[in-house]
């Protein structure tokens, strides 16, 4: 009888960069930066980077990601990511086994195929995890994609619909690196057109250090 142990991944929270101009970002020493601002997520020197979409519900976060994923791949970087989702929401149907399960009592129901596995846990009244306990859960990548978790102190873009006749985040948020808008904005940060992946990807490996 044998016992295999499973490592959970490392995980790097990229800084705030100084700006020396518009679309230009100073190179960082992560690990250092970061420690000096007391942040509390792990930091080694092999780390999965992250970078998160900040944006009201109907700005377009999940059409960009969904743009920038496959730029990611074709770099050849693996990527991840994690979406904050409402309390009520549920991948699971009424009358499938595993819902059946979960209905019955189970605490976690993991299914697997030869295609996909996937793990449903139920809090039943916990405490929802945070942003760095679900990241803990994700196997080694380079790159973890973070949809919502606006106010974790993470990178991100914000993406901004004017549309919504909502206020533009950025200036009470000082982990938004840049802006992906439909409109023209004046601001202190880099920003870009949100129909413009290619750039907003661009700019996007740049800062993680990830541009080759």
């Given at each position: 009888?044998?016992?295999?142990?499973?490592?959970?991944?490392?995980?790097?929270?990229?800084?705030?960069?100084?700006?020396?101009?518009?679309?230009?970002?100073?190179?960082?020493?992560?690990?250092?930066?970061?420690?000096?601002?007391?942040?509390?997520?792990?930091?080694?020197?092999?780390?999965?980077?992250?970078?998160?979409?900040?944006?009201?519900?109907?700005?377009?976060?999940?059409?960009?990601?969904?743009?920038l994923?496959?730029?990611?791949?074709?770099?050849?970087?693996?990527?991840?990511?994690?979406?904050?989702?409402?309390?009520?929401?549920?991948?699971?149907?009424?009358?499938?086994?595993s819902?059946?399960?979960?209905?019955?009592?189970?605490?976690?129901?993991?299914?697997?195929?030869?295609?996909?596995?996937?793990?449903?846990?139920?809090?039943?009244?916990?405490?929802e995890?945070?942003?760095?306990?679900?990241?803990?859960?994700?196997?080694?990548?380079?790159?973890?994609?973070?949809?919502?978790?606006?106010?974790?102190?993470?990178?991100?873009?914000?993406?901004?619909?004017?549309?919504?006749?909502?206020?533009?985040l950025?200036?009470?948020?000082?982990?938004?690196?840049?802006?992906?808008?439909?409109?023209q904005?004046?601001?202190?940060?880099?920003?870009?057109?949100?129909?413009?992946?290619?750039?907003?990807?661009?700019?996007?490996?740049?800062?993680?250090?990830?541009?080759?």
């Amino acid at each position: 009888c044998c016992i295999k142990v499973f490592r959970r991944p490392n995980v790097e929270l990229t800084p705030k960069p100084v700006l020396k101009w518009a679309g230009e970002i100073d190179p960082l020493n992560v690990g250092r930066r970061a420690a000096n601002l007391g942040l509390s997520f792990a930091l080694t020197a092999v780390a999965m980077k992250i970078f998160g979409f900040a944006g009201y519900s109907g700005s377009g976060k999940t059409t960009l990601i969904e743009q920038l994923v496959p730029q990611f791949v074709m770099r050849g970087l693996k990527v991840s990511l994690i979406k904050h989702a409402h309390h009520d929401f549920d991948i699971d149907r009424p009358g499938k086994d595993s819902y059946r399960h979960r209905e019955a009592g189970c605490s976690e129901v993991l299914i697997t195929s030869r295609q996909r596995w996937v793990l449903m846990h139920e809090l039943r009244g916990e405490q929802e995890q945070s942003l760095q306990d679900q990241l803990q859960r994700l196997s080694p990548c380079d790159l973890v994609l973070v949809e919502g978790f606006k106010k974790e102190s993470i990178p991100k873009l914000e993406i901004h619909r004017a549309a919504l006749r909502q206020p533009l985040l950025q200036p009470d948020d000082p982990y938004i690196m840049a802006i992906a808008s439909d409109v023209q904005l004046s601001a202190k940060v880099p920003v870009f057109d949100l129909n413009s992946s290619q750039k907003i990807s661009e700019f996007i490996l740049r800062y993680l250090g990830l541009a080759f």
